[in-house]
RNA sequence: GGGCGUUUAGCUCAGUUGGCUAGAGCGCUUCCCUUACAAGGAAGAGGUCACUGGUUCGAGUCCGGUAACGCCCA
């Protein structure tokens, strides 16, 4: 083995072996109970952010745990056909050639992205088994593959059975570069400064007028109506007359309309229906007409008189400038708004009445609601519940229909002779109405998340009843950022509550977004994103995937930093460099792959077996909560802190030993052997590598997860650490060379050092012990307390008796503090009455102690005169 | 406007049923190339836990209020 780790060389070597081992399999534990996690698609045409990497670095961590401990586990892989994100992709490729899907037409366009993505779509498969990821390939699915196109079939024709889908002209969110509607959640609202424009509308009869504002002045060129409140006095004349528009000269009416606020403004509004939700809700209850008059492109329509065909913007000026001139406009002030923009694209979105279809999402809702609230399904942490109903709650019909050509086709037919819609999976062959064969399938796809949304049975096979499904379905844990709860997460649970009888996930686990180390959003304009694939060429995949686990407290953003990466990959050397340690005692492939455990542990043995058995038990229980961030420090301190400093240290002086080499021999091979399982599933590759050093035989992928037998550490190990760095700090404060030994004198009164104590002693404080004391004349050393013990060091030929004043003083100051907030507590009967029978044992403890330590170093301070 | 989160060491963050002599990594100071590791070891400095009022024997932790920052929804 090299004296250094390099990660691209072990890292590239182990994951190939996994996968023709077949230990990503859920049949690799054919006995075992079944557990599932499905992975939150990627999009096919992307690149794997450092979001990703952290979001299946969780998945790996609990999939590869629970494999070890003997569950049939299942990750199941796959991407998201990502509508919009795709075509635009493909549609940049063919615009760098001078064309655009219409010039391919629908068919050969769709080829074109389906070569597009055997080309490319392989590229995040690539990137997830670089990163590590045990997902089981034979499973890998695609939202657009064949079995989960019929499972979107199929519930597209059931809800429209059910009257939960249909189709209706309603006010939708339409991008007018992308071309296509959108969701409401597609929709980004940015906070602007924008212009509130005050224009006046004359009442037709000549007797007076009313005043409107509006963000958006283009729109008034639609109007149909001006709408007050009932009881707005101001306008209560008003009511029921007309007034005319300027520019257009169309006489509309005034209505009374409770939608309308009284304060806001003049009181009064003017009515678009065709481009406000809002006014359309108006109209409907007044039966207005509604004129459209901002096209698809975003231009003015015929309807907009002599404004026809300028672009939204160029018209907002235009008619401003128009009312201007003719003496209509009152005035213009500055006013925040906000304005909604393509989530894709960033186009500031149109409000548009159109012809789409919907999902009638209330009847939905209810036990999607219940199934949280009756714990059938739970959120971790659990204030992520709050927003999940309160989102709920307030749930509008989702627009599903997008005018785009790379998706799930609408299963709905028209019939040109009858006007007849038939939907049903399979193209009918006739009209069923008037026995018709002109028929035309309608054109729009779906929204690519009501494909995500089945995807926790869907790719089990739903609505087939397989295997598979029965096995695996419902999935134990779902793992995403809280970033697409409302897109995805909730859609799901209606889903899978609505069509499999139950929940599609039991426990959700929410985790934060990774930023960049200013706490900014990463981000490829602003230029600080961290690509994760970077990360792993110069620090290695182990390193990025512990630091991101360590920083993963539950459900909290965490800005990355470098020095976060630097320092897991550090601690990869510093696991390397353990096991070359312990190659050099134990031979490789005398470690066995699972139990071992010495039956005669010498003392450091048996305390460091004790430790094992207790951060083991700890660990398990932190990772069942979810709690990374905390399991993955415990263990990382516990092998660094008492493992690698401690115990390998005394490890040492103990493999010296005739007596107790073999002991030790043993259980440095499996304390060693069970570090490195309980850290595979954080850093796999590292672990399999070092596991092939030591154990030599099998997988630690394939292992089984450690059990180490629950032992009683010896007495003294406490005392001996804390002696060793009172000795440590002595020689610091006195900046004598560690090199120089040190005589103690060691005053034991109750017996508990022996043989191995009194040897780690003198190695690891580099000393010669004498274990006779106290001494004689007690002047003239200094003393150190540990416990009941007092050690005791000559001064004279070491450092000047005066120069230990200060430090003595420091102590005691430092003890009588101690001492003074234990007895405080203790006056306090208070304390003593109702504080817990252990805590108040505890302080008593405390005061012993510090009262012993304090008189000692008071006697000691004495005799220096 | 409504909701949520954050505020702890120079920096980035832990701290889950209230018992803390408040931790980690990085940075800083001093010493050490001791045959696993200098990508290392040893020792150390550094904090009125945002502010404020309360509950409690006891509050970083629970409750009320204030401020700043961030996110989500309208």
Not at 65 to 79: C, D, E, I, S, V
Not at 335 to 357: A, D, F, K, N
Not at 631 to 642: D, M, T
Request: glycine share 8%; charged share 25%.
């Amino acid at each position: 083995m090299d004296a250094s780790y390099d990660p691209q060389a072990v890292e590239s070597r182990w994951y190939r072996v996994w996968e023709e081992a077949g230990v990503f399999r859920p049949e690799v534990n054919p006995e075992g109970e079944p557990f599932s996690i499905v992975i939150p698609p990627p999009n096919v045409t992307g690149v794997l952010h450092i979001g990703h990497a952290l979001n299946m670095s969780i998945q790996d961590v609990i999939i590869r745990r629970k494999r070890m401990q003997g569950f049939a586990a299942l990750w199941l892989p796959g991407t998201d056909h990502a509508g919009i994100a795709t075509q635009n992709v493909v549609e940049r490729e063919l615009a760098k050639e001078g064309l655009s899907r219409h010039d391919l037409g629908r068919e050969r366009f769709i080829e074109q992205v389906w070569a597009w993505k055997a080309k490319h779509g392989n590229r995040i498969n690539e990137q997830v088994r670089r990163l590590g990821f045990s997902t089981d390939w034979s499973r890998e699915r695609f939202t657009f593959d064949e079995g989960l196109s019929k499972a979107v079939g199929h519930v597209f024709v059931e809800l429209y059975k059910q009257d939960l889908i249909y189709r209706g002209e309603r006010i939708i969110n339409w991008c007018p570069r992308c071309h296509t509607a959108l969701s409401e959640i597609e929709v980004e609202h940015e906070e602007e400064i924008g212009e509130l424009t005050h224009i006046r509308y004359d009442y037709t009869d000549g007797t007076g007028s009313v005043v409107v504002a509006t963000t958006r002045p283009e729109t008034m060129l639609g109007d149909t109506a001006v709408a007050v409140h009932p009881e707005d006095e101001r306008y209560k004349d008003a009511i029921g007359t007309t007034v005319t528009l300027p520019l257009i000269g169309r006489e509309v009416p005034i209505v009374a309309d409770d939608g309308v606020e009284l304060e806001f403004g003049t009181g009064a509004v003017k009515v678009t229906p065709a481009h406000d939700p809002l006014d359309f809700e108006i109209a409907q209850r007044h039966g207005l007409p509604a004129v459209k008059v901002i096209d698809t492109e975003a231009n003015i329509t015929r309807a907009g008189g002599e404004f026809f065909g300028q672009d939204r913007f160029e018209a907002r000026e235009a008619v401003r400038h128009e009312l201007n001139k003719q003496g209509y406009m009152v005035k213009i002030e500055d006013h925040h708004h906000s304005v909604g923009h393509c989530s894709r694209c960033g186009t500031v979105v149109e409000p548009m009445l159109s012809l789409q279809w919907f999902v009638k999402v209330g009847p939905l809702v209810g036990p999607s609601i219940a199934l949280i609230e009756d714990g059938g399904a739970r959120y971790v942490p659990k204030r992520w519940e709050n927003n999940y109903f309160r989102w709920m709650e307030n749930l509008r019909d989702w627009c599903i229909s997008r005018q785009l050509w790379w998706g799930h086709r609408i299963p709905a037919w028209y019939c040109d002779d009858c006007d007849e819609v038939m939907v049903t999976i399979d193209e009918p062959q006739g009209c069923k109405s008037c026995q018709g064969s002109n028929l035309t399938q309608d054109q729009d796809v779906l929204d690519t998340w009501f494909s995500s949304q089945l995807w926790p049975f869907s790719t089990m096979g739903w609505p087939e009843e397989t295997a598979d499904l029965a096995e695996f379905y419902p999935t134990d844990v779902l793992v995403t950022a809280y970033d697409i709860i409302y897109f995805w997460v909730a859609r799901m649970i209606m889903m899978g509550v609505h069509f499999t009888d139950g929940e599609p996930f039991r426990d959700i686990v929410i985790h934060g977004l990774v930023r960049a180390a200013d706490g900014r959003k990463m981000s490829k304009s602003i230029g600080n994103a961290v690509d994760p694939f970077d990360v792993a060429d110069e620090y290695g995949a182990d390193a990025l995937r512990l630091a991101l686990l360590q920083a993963a407290s539950p459900g909290h953003d965490i800005p990355l930093n470098v020095e976060w990466i630097d320092a897991a990959r550090r601690f990869g050397n510093k696991l390397w460099n353990a096991v070359r340690f312990a190659l050099n005692h134990v031979e490789s492939g005398s470690v066995p792959g699972e139990g071992g455990y010495p039956t005669e542990p010498g003392a450091i043995d048996r305390w460091i077996l004790a430790r094992l058995g207790e951060v083991t038990v700890e660990y398990d229980k932190l990772l069942e909560e979810y709690r990374f961030s905390d399991a993955v420090g415990l263990l990382y301190n516990f092998a660094w802190s008492e493992v690698f400093d401690w115990y390998l240290e005394m490890a040492k002086t103990s493999l010296r030993k005739p007596e107790s080499a073999e002991a030790t021999r043993q259980t440095l091979g499996v304390v060693i052997r069970d570090l490195l399982a309980l850290f595979h599933p954080v850093i796999p590759f590292v672990t399999e590598e070092l596991w092939s050093e030591l154990v030599g035989d099998g997988l630690v992928a394939a292992t089984s997860w450690p059990s180490p037998p629950q032992q009683a550490a010896p007495a003294g190990m406490d005392e001996l650490q804390a002696l060793v760095v009172s000795i440590r700090r002595f020689r610091a404060e006195h900046e004598l060379s560690p090199k120089k030994e040190l005589a103690v004198l060691v005053d034991d009164p109750n017996d508990i050092t022996s043989g191995w104590w009194r040897d780690q002693l003198e190695v690891l404080a580099n000393t010669t012990a004498d274990f006779d004391g106290p001494p004689a004349e007690v002047a003239g050393h200094t003393r150190i307390t540990s416990g009941s013990l007092q050690a005791f060091i000559p001064l004279a030929g070491v450092v000047d008796i005066e120069a230990e004043r200060p430090r003595l003083e420091k102590a005691i100051a430092e003890a009588e503090d101690l001492l003074g907030r234990s007895r405080a507590k203790l006056d306090n009967p208070n304390f003593t009455e109702r504080a817990p029978a252990d805590v108040v044992a505890g302080e008593e403890r405390k005061v012993e102690e510090f009262s012993a330590k304090l008189d000692k170093l008071r006697t000691q301070l004495s005799e220096l005169g």
